[in-house]
């Protein structure tokens, strides 16, 4: 009874308003009624009119969230069960719009301009429902964490699931970390950076946490091999039913996902570095190692994505119980609008380079930027000789191939006993 009283006296000014974050997925149930109501083929394009100019311009008219939870209140929100159920009823949506398009996209009557709107549409919700998977992933318990592998399907970025939780979440804010861009990066040069090196270190990973548990890379154990199974069921699946003709379209929307994943990823830590301590480790994550924003309708829509400086901090925290940070560096907009000014390098870094270097007093040492590369060791230079041209005393000197032989000949048979 004392729980239901203290759940009941929870305030969260939101409460009724996380239920539209299912908005975005439910933009591939709503392309095809939407045309047939107004004649408008604009509506196929409906996912990225929705994320990329709706919500940014609701960002500056409605304004910052301002409200955080109390601390007295975290447990009854945690134990909420209201707060799951809007995560939970993302996958049906997300799912049943796919089925939807694989049909629309087979079909003779549609045209190609309005099945490539149809594909950004449902790239927007694969994105978007990555950002399901990383909060549902982020829960001890078993049956959230299998549907964070269940939302990633759709985009084929099942090595998410690692990557983030035990390798960004480790390294975040160094140069070590494949997905904190560095300081004069461009989103360009950022997404395969980043692409190939979580993939890697994925990898690695997981044959790390094999290894210790003494089992081999095929077993059942395996998640990785979990989440991309989820992939070739799903895919495979949709092939089945309405055939190869919906292939190019299924990479599309994939393709489209991962680079909005990607860009959120660059915009939360551009440039910022967590300092070295006198042992050789990185000082703790802080507030001051994430971008944020408290723009109230992306906090809504992203499931309060924009407040990753407490997510960092604690990452067991649901998403109704974060808060928001006076010493975390904030963005001049919304995530929302920051994706449409990391997609033009002169301008973001006109908006962004300056508030890097404010964060840290305007000292470019305290930065994460790209590690120099070692200059080569310049070669000697033998008067009368072409450099790079082996000369005709090379074989002699040793320094040629015949030399390196000798060398390593001698280097193997060890010291010459001296001369009598």
């Known amino acids: 009874m004392t729980t239901i009283l203290r759940r009941a006296e929870a305030r969260d000014r939101k409460r009724y308003l996380w239920i539209l974050s299912t908005i975005v997925p439910g933009c591939a149930l709503l392309p095809a009624e939407l045309v047939n109501l107004t004649g408008l083929e604009l509506f196929w394009w409906i ?82 429902g ?21 939302a990633l399907a759709q985009s084929g970025y099942g090595h998410f699931f690692i990557e983030h939780n035990r390798g960004h979440h480790v390294r975040v804010a160094t140069p070590e970390d494949p997905a904190s861009a560095r300081f004069g990066e461009s989103l360009w040069a950022f997404i395969p950076r980043s692409i190939v090196g979580g993939f890697r270190s994925a990898l690695t990973l997981e044959r790390e946490r094999l290894s210790r548990k003494g089992k081999r890379w095929f077993c059942r154990d395996n998640q990785l ?56 480790r990185y000082e703790r994550c802080s507030p001051r190692h994430s971008w944020n924003s408290d723009r109230l309708v992306t906090n809504v829509f992203l499931l309060h994505l924009q407040r990753h400086s407490d997510h960092h901090a604690n990452p067991g925290r649901r998403y109704q119980t974060l808060r928001s940070s006076d010493e975390a560096p904030q963005l001049p907009f919304g995530y929302a609008t920051m994706l449409l000014i990391a ?51 090379d074989r002699l000197r040793g320094t040629g191939a015949g030399g390196r032989r000798q060398h390593e000949d001698a280097v193997r048979a060890g010291p010459h006993p001296p001369a009598a």
Not at 249 to 255: K, N, R, T
Not at 367 to 392: F, L, M, Q, W
């Open 225 to 280: 091999l979990q989440a991309w199974s989820m992939s070739v069921v799903l895919f495979g699946s949709m092939i089945l039913v309405f055939g190869p003709g919906l292939i190019p379209f299924l990479v599309l929307q994939a393709a489209i996902g991962i680079g909005l994943l990607e860009t959120v990823n660059y915009l939360e830590h551009y440039g910022l570095l967590r300092a070295r301590r006198a042992d050789g």
């Open 343 to 393: 997609a033009v390098p002169p301008l973001w870094r006109a908006v962004m380079d300056h508030r890097v270097l404010d964060h840290y007093g305007g000292d470019i040492t305290l930065v994460n930027r790209t590690p120099r590369r070692r200059p080569a060791r310049p070669a000697e230079v033998v008067p009368g000789r072409i450099p790079g041209k082996p000369g005709r005393g």
């Open 130 to 150: 990555i950002n399901a998977a990383h909060e549902l992933g982020h829960r001890a318990e078993h049956l959230e964490r299998w549907l964070a592998k269940i």
């Open 47 to 128: 996912g990225p009119i929705l994320v990329l100019v709706v919500i940014p311009v609701l960002d500056v008219t409605v304004g910052c969230d301002g409200t955080s939870p109390r601390d007295e209140d975290y447990e009854a929100l945690s134990n909420d069960r209201y707060y799951r159920w809007c995560t939970f009823l993302f996958l049906p949506i997300q799912f049943i719009g796919l089925v939807i398009a694989g049909y629309m996209w087979t079909s003779p009557e549609l045209a190609l301009i309005d099945k490539l709107g149809l594909t950004a549409t449902l790239g927007i919700v694969s994105g978007v």
